[in-house]
């Protein structure tokens, strides 16, 4: 199998972390799910993911003192594999994991991910529990100088046989249960803190294996970050999604940020490999952490946040609490001509950047259909000036036409029209614009893939059709 082709977009979704936080129930994800399939799925969101300790009995009953319970109780098979808790999830019990839970989701027309912490449960190793299929014990593969600063339920899992046998298990398990996305906690970034290492590479390796074995294709998601860019080649290797940034919430201060890290990651977003700037926290969040909210983000910061993750190629993983999302954000998450930009197809580089503003744009290299995102980063209202010209010289020749063609402007529809090479932009304080050309504009070539280009002379303009030439579909 190709790893690359699980996911030919970047992944677009849900995930229970940011409004749940330990402690969400197979009743809540279906909710969620249901919500999804009726209002989302049509614009391309699709992935269902159930956040950490599902495996955990009592989760939460002793906040504020842990989030993560010392030596709790975790619901585990006779192999040290560990089984969702039928407590929070009651259709899993009598050895039925998740695929109860799962087949429900694919039945939406959904697709069901799960959270995991690297390495083998503590518990299995104590107990010598065997490994399912081998003559190897849970003691063998364990690694007990390999631990978690953060999380006290597994050990690292040493190289060598024992423990690819023990996550070849866990992955066939998984693929039982008909899991599609897994995202593997404590081992993109390991550590704690301002110093963060990449020191777990073979467990990467050894999970990308397993999942091929397994012969179900699953997305692999590695957390938490932020990962290490000189470490790029092994992270597009072996998984599909890695994060650029430890977790993300909901500050300017924070968002922020986030424009230096897809600054420093422009370069290594390609089909099936993803920088990922984490959940989006919007909407209603933060139930299980003590602190249930509305995302305090403003509405132009929440702008700023959606157009950056799209104009980079990020995955779209949604925090909220679906079932309640208020018209305007959920407006937010079903326009589609900013979702086109997380079609897999677009290439995007950041045009400039200061204190005050930021200019990115992006070019689908099949047919010249592009955009232009700028950010007001000041909190004062300003005029932003940008210049077509050095928004292409950003690429290859050819690939992103400087035209003086007005642009619609994709979350007000207002038009705006470039004069003498320029455009006059005014983001809101905190705010965004994303300009579109309206304009297809069909190449003859060969298309060898994200990044990678093989450019002809453009030949016909069609204006707000598809290519009758080609057999094309629209993304969403």
Request: charged share 25%.
């Amino acid at each position: 199998m190709n790893k690359n082709n699980f996911a030919k977009r970047p992944p677009m979704g849900w995930n229970s972390y940011d409004f749940y936080d330990t402690n969400v129930t197979e009743a809540e994800v279906l909710a969620n799910a249901a919500y999804m399939a009726e209002h989302l799925k049509p614009f391309g969101w699709e992935y269902v993911v159930v956040d950490i300790q599902w495996y955990a009995w009592n989760t939460t009953s002793r906040r504020p003192e842990f989030q993560y319970i010392p030596f709790g109780h975790n619901e585990m098979d006779e192999y040290g594999r560990l089984l969702p808790c039928p407590e929070k999830f009651p259709s899993s019990a009598n050895g039925a994991g998740f695929r109860p839970l799962a087949d429900k989701i694919h039945a939406l027309g959904l697709k069901f991910g799960i959270h995991m912490m690297r390495g083998i449960p503590r518990r299995a190793a104590e107990l010598h529990l065997p490994i399912y299929g081998t003559g190897y014990r849970a003691d063998q593969a364990a690694d007990p100088s390999s631990i978690c600063p953060w999380n006290p339920d597994m050990y690292g899992l040493r190289p060598g046989e024992a423990g690819q046998k023990y996550y070849d298990s866990l992955l066939a398990l998984y693929a039982g249960w008909g899991v599609d996305f897994l995202k593997c906690d404590d081992i993109c970034a390991t550590g704690f803190g301002p110093v963060r290492r990449y020191d777990r590479k073979h467990e990467v390796e050894m999970l990308h294996r397993a999942i091929e074995r397994s012969g179900r294709p699953m997305v692999l998601s590695l957390s938490p970050g932020p990962a290490l860019v000189e470490e790029s080649w092994h992270y597009k290797k072996y998984a599909n999604m890695w994060r650029i940034t430890d977790d993300f919430w909901d500050s300017w201060e924070s968002l922020l940020h986030m424009f230096e890290r897809c600054e420093k990651w422009q370069d290594h977003v390609f089909q099936g490999c993803y920088p990922d700037c984490d959940m989006l926290p919007l909407g209603r969040i933060g139930k299980h952490f003590g602190e249930e909210r509305v995302t305090r983000l403003t509405r132009p910061e929440q702008v700023t946040m959606l157009t950056l993750w799209c104009v980079f190629g990020s995955p779209l993983m949604l925090g909220a609490e679906l079932t309640a999302l208020d018209d305007w954000t959920l407006s937010l998450l079903q326009n589609r001509e900013l979702l086109r930009l997380v079609n897999g197809q677009f290439v995007s580089r950041q045009v400039l950047r200061n204190s005050e503003e930021c200019v990115w744009a992006a070019a689908d290299p099949r047919t010249g259909e592009r955009y232009i995102a700028v950010f007001n980063l000041s909190g004062t209202a300003r005029e932003i000036t940008v210049s077509l010209s050095e928004c292409a010289s950003m690429f290859p020749e050819g690939v992103f036409p400087v035209e003086e063609a007005p642009l619609r402007e994709v979350w007000s529809g207002a038009a705006l029209s470039p004069e003498n090479d320029t455009l006059q932009a005014r983001p809101a304080p905190h705010g965004a614009l994303l300009l579109h050309s309206r304009e297809i504009l069909f190449q003859q070539k060969f298309w060898k893939g994200r990044n990678t280009w093989c450019i002809a002379d453009f030949s016909k303009r069609i204006v707000g059709t598809k290519d009758p030439s080609k057999n094309q579909k629209d993304s969403f």
